[in-house]
């Protein structure tokens, strides 16, 4: 990669802790969904190691936002999965709420990748999009999805999900 | 391609992959030698055009790309023909396959546009390393097996191009794929376990997955 220029840094610190935000956010929304009584034993191990997966990288992508880190779930962001929570009545619901989130963050990282310049942000970035992405996948085999849905075509992540916006949900 | 791809103005860590000795994986040697206010309120935004890129080194990880992206269908293409696959597995390997040609068809226009010599010959070293295990197959299991580990290898290879393009936008198309690959490896993984979702772990490394016997230098 050539070399990054001060301004990108601070730019990409930005990012950083922007996703680092949403991660956390995630991360508090798998919690609650573990707590929400509807799953089975077998959803609720595979929920509690994705809310794990997103604390570790709420964490690298805090390491890289340094001074920028708010080491906080996105207030915004985190409101809406409450929403979201407390409609779900079922394990299938709670499921599809999840891929959702998996999806958005995944169409996130993308964007995120779009915009940043600087290698450790874009290394970390990129360490985690693809797990996100697995994610998305892996919840579409628990819900019995078809290949199509559980593989969708090549080149996008999923058409139809919508990236978290920091204009959205802002950073503070 | 031929010739010293010019390092000077890549990164560090790029310049001591290339001077230092290991140098570039033999996946990159064998794609060019043929052979095979609010800060953040609009921080997501798409950064405006610019040209794909003018950096030498670009385009020998977009050929490489390339080269392994027929290299993947080669072999599952193999792994079918072992006649070891039930109807579900050979749909999903077809299925696999079809995002593969996709993932060609969008890192093709990188070294069309470079006008340099297009790849349109499978990885030779990847053909290679997977050799032996296709031999092996005996089963099932032992197809899906090989499939989950060239998914895998697929998906740290297009993190480490990720890491490594010049420009946001390549960038972006490399880690499109890289996340296409990662759900192929997750998909795999599960149906290997039989019954149980394999999880996998947080992060795709960003290292070079070539192993250190094909890595020339």
Do not use: K
């Not at chain 1, 599809?96 to 999806?103: G, K, Q, T, V």
């Not at chain 2, 392994?68 to 579900?88: C, K, Q, T, Y």
């Not at chain 2, 990662?182 to 997955?209: C, K, M, S, W």
Request: hydrophobic share 50%; aromatic share 4%.
């Amino acid at each position: 990669m050539p070399a990054a220029t001060r301004q990108d840094a601070a730019a990409d610190a930005t990012i950083a802790a922007f996703v680092e935000s949403t991660e956390l956010a995630m991360a508090e929304a798998y919690r609650q969904l573990a707590a929400s009584g509807f799953l089975s034993d077998g959803t609720s191990a595979i929920v509690e190691r994705f809310r794990q997966h997103h604390l570790a990288h709420a964490e690298s992508m805090g390491l890289v936002a340094g001074a920028q880190s708010g080491g906080v779930a996105n207030v915004t962001l985190l409101a809406e999965f409450e929403q979201e929570i407390l409609a779900v009545d079922s394990e299938g619901a709670a499921v599809r709420l999840a891929r959702s989130m998996e999806s958005r963050a995944t169409v996130t990282c993308g964007a995120a990748l779009g915009r940043v310049a600087t290698e450790p942000v874009v290394e970390a970035v990129a360490s985690v999009m693809p797990v996100e992405s697995a994610h998305a996948a892996i919840l579409a085999l628990v819900l019995g999805l078809d290949l199509e849905a559980t593989l969708p075509d090549g080149t996008t992540v999923d058409e139809t999900a919508v990236g978290f916006d920091p204009a959205v949900y802002p950073l503070r | 391609m031929t010739g010293m791809i010019d390092a000077s103005r890549g990164s560090r860590r790029a310049f001591l992959r290339l001077g230092g000795g290991a140098a570039v994986a033999a996946f990159i040697a064998s794609a060019c030698s043929g052979d095979g206010s609010d800060e953040t309120a609009s921080t997501l935004a798409p950064p405006e055009s610019r040209p794909i890129s003018d950096w030498p080194l670009d385009v020998a990880y977009a050929q490489t790309a390339v080269s392994l992206e027929l290299a993947a269908a080669r072999i599952n293409e193999r792994i079918v023909a072992s006649g070891f696959l039930g109807d579900g597995s050979i749909a999903l390997l077809g299925r696999i396959n079809a995002n593969h040609a996709a993932h060609r068809a969008v890192m093709e226009p990188i070294v069309t546009d470079a006008a340099v010599e297009v790849v349109d010959a499978p990885n030779a070293v990847v053909l290679a390393v997977t050799e032996p295990a296709l031999s092996l197959i005996a089963a099932e299991g032992d197809a899906l097996g090989v499939a989950h580990r060239l998914e895998t290898m697929l998906s740290q290879a297009y993190v480490f191009f990720t890491s490594e393009f010049s420009t946001a936008e390549l960038r972006s198309r490399s880690a499109s794929i890289a996340a296409a690959d990662n759900r192929h490896q997750a998909v795999l993984a599960t149906r290997l376990a039989i019954d149980q979702f394999a999880v996998g772990d947080a992060y795709v490394p960003v290292e070079n997955p070539a192993p250190s016997a094909v890595i020339y230098g």
